[in-house]
């Protein structure tokens, strides 16, 4: 089968191979990937680093394949599973997924998908979409009525934050560049500010919850514009990666906003998601209520993954980047 191989650290050395179609075992599944999107995330799978820990990690020696999110067709069921048949619709999240064809485990982070959306729609969904429900529910803990700023309402993660805050009941306001105003009102912003023009922290404006997705400004100038036990959630690695300063500028940013929140009453959130199936499970009904629609701003093959990861690092996305993996 194709696959994309990083074996340097760079972006510009990803390349395709052929490898070995993988092997199910028996509480596995084979997939054949028709579609796979890339994430802020994907670019440490690839980094130095990120394949160091590969050298570590339980998938030792095989082929260092990037990608989390895919959605594709059930090939091969594993003799023990019975919550899967062949020719099942299904999509997931799992290290791999810029190839033609996926091993994943039956009992792992994958579920059928909706009927009503596409495939592409589906690979859209499983780590951003799940960065956004636990920033939403989990940590900002998001309720009906409440004033909810989503700073960064474009690029992967931002589209679904507006989404699911919106479905939750919340009166969402939405930050971005002129470029994305529309389209944030397209997904349910109640109000869209552009923030080359307006200045979000001095119009007067108090919130409930702060979903910060973006990391461009000083923690500091949140202060003003959150209520009284208010929550400010930094959203994902996304806020860490595009940080104002690096990631331990951010860190420290972090730290010291926690201090002045401990004499507020705010709460101060900075986490990574973790990708398990109930939320997969969770967001495929949301889908199929279309309460969240993906945002997709390109799309790309196989052979054009370079030139994807650069636009990806860039940081300027308008939504997902999508992959086709079929030849």
């Known amino acids: 089968m194709k696959a994309v191989v990083s074996r340097t650290g760079h972006i510009d050395q990803l390349h395709l191979e052929d490898v070995p179609i993988p092997v199910v075992p028996d509480d596995g599944l084979l997939i054949r990937v028709f579609a796979a ?13 990120g394949r ?10 095989s082929a260092p394949v990037p990608g989390t999110d895919f959605a ?28 033609e064809y996926l091993c994943c485990a039956a009992d792992g982070v994958v579920t059928l998908k909706p009927p009503s959306i596409s495939f592409e729609e589906a690979a859209a969904v499983p780590l951003a979409g799940t960065t ?46 002129a470029a994305n105003v529309e389209m944030s009102r397209s997904i349910g912003a109640d109000r869209v500010i552009d923030y080359t023009t307006t200045d979000f922290t001095k119009d007067g404006s108090h919130y409930d919850v702060v979903l910060d997705v973006a990391g461009s400004r000083r923690f500091s100038e949140y202060d003003e514009i959150l209520n009284r036990n208010g929550t400010f959630v930094a959203v994902g690695v996304s806020a860490v990666m595009h940080g104002r300063g690096g990631m331990f500028r951010v860190l ?40 969240v629609k993906p945002v997709i701003d390109r799309r790309y093959r196989l052979d054009q993954i370079v030139e994807a990861f650069h636009y990806l690092d860039l940081g300027h996305s308008r939504g997902k980047l999508l992959i086709s993996c079929v030849a």
Do not use: W
């Not at 048949?85 to 997924?97: A, I, K, L, M, Q």
């Not at 998601?273 to 939320?279: C, I, K, L, T, W």
């Open 37 to 49: 999107s890339i994430n802020i995330a994907d670019l440490f799978s690839i980094s130095a680093a």
């Open 52 to 61: 160091m820990m590969n050298r570590f990690s339980s998938n030792k020696g």
């Open 72 to 99: 594709g067709i059930v090939e091969r069921v594993g003799t023990g599973v019975t919550t899967f048949r062949h020719g099942d619709e299904v999509f997931g999240s799992r290290r791999g997924s810029l190839a």
């Open 132 to 177: 956004a429900l636990q920033a939403v529910r989990d940590h900002g803990h998001v309720q009906a009525g409440q004033k909810v700023l989503v700073k960064g309402s474009s690029g992967a993660v931002g589209p679904f934050l507006v989404q699911i805050a919106t479905a939750f009941g919340a009166e969402v306001t939405a930050v971005c560049s």
């Open 252 to 291: 420290r940013q972090l730290g010291g906003m926690r201090v002045r929140a401990m004499r507020s009453r705010r709460k101060v959130v900075n986490y990574v998601a973790r990708m398990n199936r109930p939320d997969l499970q969770f967001l495929a009904g949301m889908l199929a209520d279309e309460s």
